[in-house]
């Protein structure tokens, strides 16, 4: 288990607080068929994308929680389910940088076998059966380090960590096959934008060897504003401003990103920035691509996004 500090973990509670709804999108040109499969790597050449996603409330959609339209909560999952079909070709790693893992300096999980990490709590004993066995990816994660130090960052590795749920529940639906190697990049303690945007310039030249880099956070995340129709305005106005930022050519949405907190409503929005840190990441591996706008919905009223670049 991480010596920095996990996320402490989303409440039964607080995950009916965060029910999703929202109408789903998959970025202009990516294919909705296929099995998902990552049985063959992309070919030399065949650069990735990056994209941050909303990852959901605790173990949903695996586990009846009891909240929410069934209809307008499979749109979301049929988003992510979708998801496979964005990269041209199959990859042959993922990267994942999570909202709830952080550590005093970027730490990749280094494991053959990540066990499972329910960093949830009160939900019924199937929400901590969910399995989600993807191999993990040393040599992917001593590269990650590589790219890193050659930054400038001091990194650490955790032999041990399991997938926790910013991985688990969004990847089983892209790939409930769990065949793509994984490997999860913890967030650095501190949250500093700027720190986060090189660190995902650092990481670009993994999209040029097979690898998808995932950000999986939440462009909302107040847990006491779901349900609140007061909250309302001020969820649209934040999302408006992270919808236009996140889609400006490269060096105006990295300098609007790296002060986000200066944008309307934003402390509202993120009370904590933990769940908005990964777009930081995603934002800075996506190097001169420009932003779309992948998925676009509301939760209990309140507005969701994920952005695509590649």
């Excluded at 605790?58 to 979301?76: I, M, N, R, S, Y």
């Excluded at 930081?280 to 939760?299: Q, S």
Aim: hydrophobic share 40%; no cysteine; aromatic share 8%.
């Amino acid at each position: 288990m991480s010596n920095g500090r996990d996320d402490e973990g989303i409440t039964r509670r607080e995950a009916i607080a965060a029910g999703i709804t929202g109408a789903a999108m998959v970025a202009a040109g990516a294919a909705v068929a296929g099995s998902g499969s990552a049985s063959a790597g992309a070919p030399k050449g065949a650069r990735m994308p990056v994209v941050f996603l909303p990852h959901g409330g605790g173990p949903w959609p695996f586990v009846d929680l009891g909240f929410g339209d069934k209809a307008e909560l499979d749109q979301l999952a049929t988003y992510l389910r979708n998801l496979h079909a964005l990269p041209k070709s199959p990859p042959k790693a993922v990267l994942v940088i999570s909202a709830h893992w952080e550590e005093p300096v970027p730490t990749v999980m280094s494991g053959a076998r990540p066990p499972m990490l329910y960093d949830y709590y009160g939900f019924p004993p199937e929400s901590y059966q969910i399995t989600w066995p993807a191999p993990g990816e040393p040599k992917l994660a001593a590269r990650v380090r590589e790219l890193l130090g050659k930054a400038g960052f001091e990194t650490a590795e955790n032999t041990e960590r399991g997938f926790d749920h910013g991985t688990f529940v969004p990847l089983k639906l892209t790939y409930p096959g769990a065949d793509v190697p994984t490997v999860q990049l913890s967030l650095k303690q501190g949250l500093e934008p700027k720190e986060h945007l090189a660190m995902g310039r650092a990481l670009q030249p993994l999209r040029d060897e097979g690898v998808f880099i995932v950000g999986s956070g939440m462009t909302f995340h107040n847990l006491r504003a779901f349900g609140d129709p007061r909250a309302r305005p001020v969820s649209e106005a934040f999302d408006a401003w992270l919808r236009d930022a996140a889609t400006l050519p490269a060096r105006e949405r990295d300098e609007r990103l790296a002060h986000w907190s200066t944008a309307p409503s934003a402390r509202l929005a993120h009370p904590r920035e933990e769940h908005l840190l990964p777009l930081m990441v995603i934002a800075g591996a996506a190097g001169e691509d420009r932003g779309t706008i992948g998925y676009n919905g509301t939760v209990l009223g309140l507005r969701l996004s994920a952005y695509h670049y590649g």
